[in-house]
Structures are given as C-alpha cells and as structure tokens.
C-alpha cells in the first residue's frame, strides 16, 4: 500500500524559503512520475511541479524560477524548494504520485495535471504573510 506524507509547511513572510518533503513509503514503479500541488481557499487545485522517473521536470508558469523539485531515489523522499515566496503562494500543498507510468498532463497554468496521479498525500500548510 502507497503511502505519501508531506512535511516541512508553516508560516513565512514574503521573500522567504521553505522546504516540503515527502515521504513515499510503499512506493516501488520504476517508471513513475511524482508531483506538488496546491490549493487555496475557494479555488481549484493547481499543478505546481512534477518530476519524472527520467528526471525531466515541468513548472507552472508562476513558479518557474522561484521553486525548485527534486527527488531523492535513495530516500524515497520528494522535495520542493520554495525560495521568494509570496502572499499568492499561501495554499496547502500536496505531494502527489503516479500509478505507473512516467507520463502527465500539463493543465493551463503549465503545472501537472491532477488527474494524471493516483496516489495523493494529506497535505501540509504553507502560509506566506505580506
């Protein structure tokens, strides 16, 4: 049974950085692909970014050079690096995963698409004060 349990949220002033983590336990496709994405009050769920077992990244456009994915095979461990956080950043974020298979949609914003992942975490809180 997969299992995926996201860590390392709270509360920033804007500019700050902060790293999630996620631990994926029971998580053992070779071809896979792995994902963050966020939801504030009132709005959809948004693809924030992605990385496939070939370790080909994708970013939506409103976070490309401020957030930053990787993976740890060793650890089974998926991060994100959230550096120049803003206010409009504030949502929860879950760490998403693939029932096999390396290949995602892209929604309209450039971000993965949820509907491309089977395995969702719980979600953890990231705030980011003005």
């Known amino acids: 049974q997969v299992h995926l349990v996201e860590s390392g949220g709270g509360s920033v002033q804007s500019g700050g950085s902060l790293r999630l983590s996620c631990a994926a336990y029971?998580?053992?496709?070779?071809?896979?692909?792995m994902g963050w994405f966020r939801q504030a009050p009132g709005k959809e769920r948004e693809g924030v970014a992605a990385?496939?077992?070939?370790?080909?990244?994708a970013y939506a456009d409103s976070v490309k050079g401020r957030f930053t994915i990787s993976l740890d095979n060793a650890k089974n461990t998926l991060y994100l690096q959230m550096n120049s956080l803003k206010p409009d950043d504030t949502a929860m974020y879950y760490c998403?995963?693939?029932?096999?298979?390396?290949?995602?949609?892209?929604?309209?914003?450039?971000?993965?698409?949820?509907?491309?992942?089977?395995?969702w975490g719980q979600g953890t809180q990231v705030t980011v004060s003005s």
């Open positions: 998403a995963a693939s029932d096999g298979g390396s290949w995602y949609a892209l929604d309209s914003g450039g971000g993965p698409h949820p509907a491309s992942f089977g395995y």
């Open positions: 990385v496939d077992s070939d370790g080909s990244t």
């Open positions: 029971g998580y053992t496709y070779s071809s896979y692909c």
